[in-house]
């Protein structure tokens, strides 16, 4: 029977929390893979520079598979002898042969290794999220539109205030995740993808003279970028690629918590997608619950948790230490996986999105005319004096409220209002088309925008 460690570990659970596709990422295998793929590109270039023999170096690099290496041994064999790294390089000794073996891991440090392997692993986590990423801006475009004149009333502090179009909400997150998009986009454009192979404590010593140049050069042949100096003590890098998915995380959870409340019974102006068969709750048959949104809302909080915990990481002690280090170890794959299964929930949720129009309309009614206070005021304000109407539309809008009267009677009902305008006027200004401001002008650059960082990342990812 399997032993529960971890919630992406559970065949139960794991695909709430995670990607198949970015759980192949952080397994086992490919964490040794990209390890192997470090120490042959090391040996290539050391042979290629003359600081081992070729003959070696070519051993190594045919030895350096991950079809010759067993999982379950290299963990039994890091077990007994406390060290993450050192069953692999034993076992890669053996398999290049008595003479080429003594040059395997030629003047590099277990944390060369480690920290180069598992960059290549964010890298292929970052290209993944970027892939999502482009995916779910392309469908909150294209409901953008499909929206963006679907009335519904906009609410502050929790409460109804003016209208505004389904569209223009979705517009707004839009708008932010292409931030969040530009966010990501940056952290490839400056040197945050780098490995490093600079010896026991960043000085290239056991590599002589030619250290700088078999670093860059393995961290070329790898497709990473080099840096100026050791990074081993410096954990920057990953605390700010942490910050980064953690601010993206953060608009996806708003957005599913806002359309949790948009789905609660008494609103009931959304719907995440339905199938046949689904049940909402063990006790109660007739429930459909909002399970796609809570999911997504949800993960956002042990992001915020893991983004916190990465930003201790570089609390560093003197050259190296791993009492920080791990941190790493712990943060990468959860942030990643939470993310990723975020972006591809978020996609699904919004494509299949129902949105109940109808609704929308009648919430907009609810209030007799209230939610039109604003235009009534400034449209008063032009007979009696904006200030003047602003005390007889508090005035009329209290008294409706508090004595569940008619907000356009009792307005209409001062001397001042009755004086300037007829009753009919009044009710022409509920028309909620005539109080959107600017909002299509605004929509329109956001899709703007969106259309040209899209077609720029599809072409860029193909």
Do not use: C
């Not at 963006?148 to 929790?158: D, N, V, W, Y």
């Not at 205030?161 to 979705?170: E, S």
């Not at 009648?362 to 039109?372: A, H, S, T, W, Y």
């Not at 409706?400 to 022409?428: C, G, M, P, W």
């Amino acid at each position: 029977m399997d032993n529960l460690t971890d919630v992406l570990d559970s065949q139960l659970l794991q695909n709430n929390f995670s990607t198949a596709a970015m759980r192949i990422i952080w397994s086992d295998q490919n964490k040794i893979t990209q390890q192997l793929k470090v120490e042959a590109a090391l040996s290539k270039i050391e042979g290629q520079l003359g600081v081992i023999p070729q003959t070696a170096a070519k051993k190594i690099v045919q030895s350096a598979k991950i079809e010759n290496f067993r999982i379950e041994e290299l963990a039994k064999q890091s077990a007994e002898k406390r060290h993450s790294l050192i069953a692999l390089i034993d076992h890669l000794q053996v398999l290049a042969g008595t003479t080429a073996g003594e040059y395997v891991h030629y003047g590099a440090t277990t944390q060369d290794i480690v920290d180069t392997g598992t960059m290549l692993q964010v890298k292929q986590a970052y290209e993944l999220l970027q892939k999502h990423s482009v995916q779910l801006l392309t469908v909150l475009s294209q409901q953008t539109k499909r929206y963006r004149h679907t009335l519904m009333i906009g609410r502050t502090h929790g409460i109804q205030a003016i209208p505004i179009t389904f569209g223009f909400k979705l517009a707004i997150w839009l708008d932010e995740l292409l931030r969040d998009q530009q966010r990501l986009d940056a952290l490839a454009t400056n040197q945050r993808f780098v490995g490093n192979l600079n010896g026991a404590v960043g000085t290239y010593a056991a590599f002589g003279p030619q250290g700088p140049e078999i670093e860059r050069r393995v961290l070329q042949e790898l497709g990473l970028d080099v840096p100026l100096i050791s990074w081993q003590p410096a954990r920057d890098r990953f605390s700010e690629f942490a910050a980064v998915l953690g601010i993206y995380s953060g608009t996806l959870g708003k957005i599913g918590h806002e359309l949790f409340n948009l789905m609660k019974t008494e609103v009931n102006e959304v719907w995440e997608p339905f199938k046949k068969g689904e049940i909402g709750s063990s006790t109660m048959p007739q429930k459909r619950n909002p399970a796609l949104l809570e999911g997504l809302a949800s993960l956002t909080q042990p992001v915020f948790k893991d983004v916190g915990l990465m930003l201790e990481s570089m609390l560093i002690d003197g050259e190296r230490d791993a009492i920080h280090w791990r941190n790493e170890w712990v943060v990468l794959p959860e942030i990643t996986n939470y993310l990723d299964a975020q972006l591809v929930n978020a996609t699904a949720i919004l494509s299949g999105l129902q949105v109940n129009a109808e609704q929308m309309r009648r919430n907009l009614e609810l209030q007799n005319g209230l939610p039109f206070a604003e235009r009534i005021m400034f449209q008063l304000g032009n007979a009696v004096g904006k200030q003047t109407a602003h005390q007889l539309v508090y005035q009329s809008a209290m008294k409706a409220i508090e004595q569940h009267l008619s907000f356009i009677d009792v307005l209409y009902a001062e001397d001042k209002v009755r004086t300037n305008f007829s009753k009919a006027e009044l009710l022409s200004w509920l028309d909620a088309t005539a109080q959107l401001g600017s909002l299509e002008e605004k929509i329109t650059a956001v899709l703007k925008k969106a259309a040209a960082i899209t077609q720029h990342k599809e072409a860029e990812l193909e």
